[in-house]
């Protein structure tokens, strides 16, 4: 099991449509290479904030971490999706209840998928992971 693609939208530097991150990786070693301020480390917090871990201590989305327009208007949600792709039949047991399925994918079609939203309401981050 490995992520296949990280979908990042709203969350600091990556903003909507075509602004959103649409991050494909692969089996194996995968790095990340950049200017600063490119959003390098915008994609290792996002990661760690949808499996909620951050060495010792969680990381939990701030009023912050939701993207600024180039006019300066915040967005009022993000979501964060990770797509995890060629599960074992061991893993597909023990993620059973939150498979997919996504004909699209030829060798191994079951999917575990991933996905946090939070929500900016009166200053206060309102946070799902489903």
Do not use: W
């Not at 989305?61 to 999706?81: T, V």
């Not at 997919?100 to 939203?117: A, S």
């Amino acid at each position: 099991m490995y992520i296949n693609e990280l979908v990042v939208e709203n969350f600091r530097c990556f903003g909507t449509g075509g602004e959103k991150l649409k991050l494909p990786l692969q089996v194996g070693l995968n790095t990340l290479v950049g200017e600063n301020d490119a959003g390098k480390t915008a994609i290792i917090d996002a990661l760690r904030m949808i499996f909620g871990t951050r060495d010792q201590e969680s990381l939990r989305p701030i009023a912050e971490d939701f993207h600024y327009s180039p006019e300066g208007i915040q967005a009022k949600e993000f979501s964060i999706e990770a797509l995890f792709i060629d599960l074992s039949l061991a893993e597909q047991a023990y993620f059973a209840d939150y498979l997919t399925y996504q004909p699209e994918i030829e060798h191994n079609p079951v999917v575990f998928k991933i996905t946090l939203n939070a929500a900016l309401r009166n200053g206060k981050v309102r946070t799902t992971i489903f």
